[in-house]
């Protein structure tokens, strides 16, 4: 296990590039189970997610070959349909291949998905997508998998009662083999999406949006080999952005795609951000002047990104006044603030009034646990300490990371493994913004 030792209070300055999307590569990956022809992604992120997820693709014998950012997937080597307890277990996008699995061979046994543990993060959604379209789907407690069998998957329109960008990716990626149309209604509008839409156009789908949030595929007998480059990944790129402006830096986001980051980019400007556009994919970020507080509600896309709010809530710990974050997408996320509060930050859990709570959010509101809370208050500006701390998900790893760049003292980050499963060698990247960190293994400490 390593451990990040970070020494704070150096303004971040520099040039950073944002890596390709994690939310895509991970469902390219499985789209190359769609033909046997060779599909090849560049700018793949080197990160651990990647890994876990080529490893479920040759844990079927499929052949994965990695060289630098590229990677070149042929399936035409497949020897199973079933992904090993082991394997899937770690990653809750392992669940992605059943589609396609069942499209060509007509059989999948798929391990109950693993990965960070935000919330449920139920796959009945897309389970039930798949039983619409032709599947025979059972799950074994037993030995924990999902069996699935289809002679052939048919089209069928399907409504999603809550937004699910992996449940759409899961039902495009069965539907564009299967015979007939398929409508997907309160599909997940998010360009991540989008983005797997026309990798899958460039293999021969054919995939229709005819509404903001209705998709239409119309299965095709065949698909072919694909070369393509994954879009940006804008979590990083908004990751940058607040680390310039909490620790009162000034940073140049090179591969930057403002259009993707509307909502962030007006939060951002009505708390005193400054954002630049230098060129069409170079942003500079900082922050001049007092943080003002904000009040934000995380919503499915177009609206604040609820990977964006445990950073954003750093950022908020130094805005002059009290601030407010109402999280309505997952049920759990909010687990960075015990770390925070260690570090000197002043924020206390509260219940949003709401109507409705089982329509009002995208969440099953029956998986909520019992003492949870959906919103925190910030109080601030409060200065930052060093301190020893722990981080169990991908996104908090991340806020608590900007924490000990922003506090004073060193601090020692446990669980750095978290922060791999989203992020390239990200103590080299922010080394050359003037980051003063180290990796180490526990042992060394």
């Known amino acids: 296990m390593d ?21 895509v590569a991970l469902k390219a990956f499985a789209s190359a189970i ?38 070149r997937i042929q399936s035409k080597s497949l020897k199973s349909t079933t992904v090993p307890l082991d394997v899937g277990a770690r990653l809750r996008t392992s669940s992605l291949v059943a589609g396609p699995l069942l499209a060509r061979y007509g059989a999948a046994r798929i391990p109950n998905p693993g990965g960070c543990r935000i919330g449920a993060r139920p796959i009945d959604r897309h389970i039930r997508g798949l039983a619409e379209m032709g599947a025979e789907i059972s799950y074994h407690p037993d030995d924990g998998y999902f069996y699935l069998r289809a002679d052939t998957l048919h089209g069928a329109g399907f409504e999603f009662e809550k937004n699910t960008h992996t449940g759409t990716e899961a039902l495009i990626l069965a539907a564009v083999l299967a015979e007939g149309e398929t409508v997907l209604k309160n599909a997940a509008a998010e360009v991540e999406v989008d983005d797997l839409i026309s990798l899958l156009t460039g293999m021969g789908a054919t995939i229709k949006r005819t509404k903001e949030r209705e998709i239409v595929i119309y299965g095709v007998k065949k698909l072919h080999g694909v070369e393509y480059s994954l879009m940006p990944d804008r979590n990083e790129e908004v990751t940058f952005a607040l680390a310039a402006a909490v620790t009162s830096g000034d940073v140049l986001v090179h591969h930057s ?22 060129d069409a994919s ?23 990104m609820t990977d964006w709010q445990a950073p954003w809530a750093l950022y908020m710990t130094q805005a002059n006044g009290i601030s407010t974050m109402h999280e309505t997408v997952f049920e759990s996320r909010f687990s960075y603030v015990s770390e925070l509060r260690k570090m000197g930050a002043q924020i206390e859990y509260y219940d949003p009034p709401v109507k409705n709570p089982e329509i009002y959010y995208n969440f099953n509101w029956s998986d909520r646990r019992s003492g949870y809370h959906q919103g925190i208050r910030i109080t601030g500006p409060t200065p930052l300490h ?59 400490i």
């Open 386 to 444: 060093d301190a020893v701390v722990e981080i169990d998900d991908l996104r908090a790893g991340a806020t608590v990371l900007l924490a000990a760049l922003t506090a004073g003292g060193t601090s020692y980050i446990h669980g750095v493994e978290q922060i791999d499963r989203g992020y390239e060698n990200i103590e080299e990247r922010l080394r050359k913004l003037g980051a003063r960190i180290e990796r180490k293994k526990e042992d060394e």
């Open 34 to 71: 769609l033909t046997d022809e060779e599909v090849v992604i560049h700018n793949v992120p080197l990160i651990a997610d990647v890994h876990c997820m080529l490893d479920v693709l040759t844990s079927l014998g499929i052949k994965v070959d990695i060289n630098g950012h590229t990677v």
């Open 257 to 278: 795609r403002r259009a993707h980051l509307g909502a962030f980019l007006e939060a951002f400007s009505s708390a005193g951000g400054q954002y630049e556009a230098v």
């Open 3 to 23: 451990t990040l030792v970070v020494h704070g209070g150096t303004p971040l300055r520099g040039e950073i590039a944002v890596a390709g999307a994690k939310n």
């Open 282 to 304: 170079t942003t500079r970020y900082r922050q001049i002047g007092p943080i003002k507080p904000t009040d934000i509600v995380t919503l499915p896309h177009p609206g604040f």
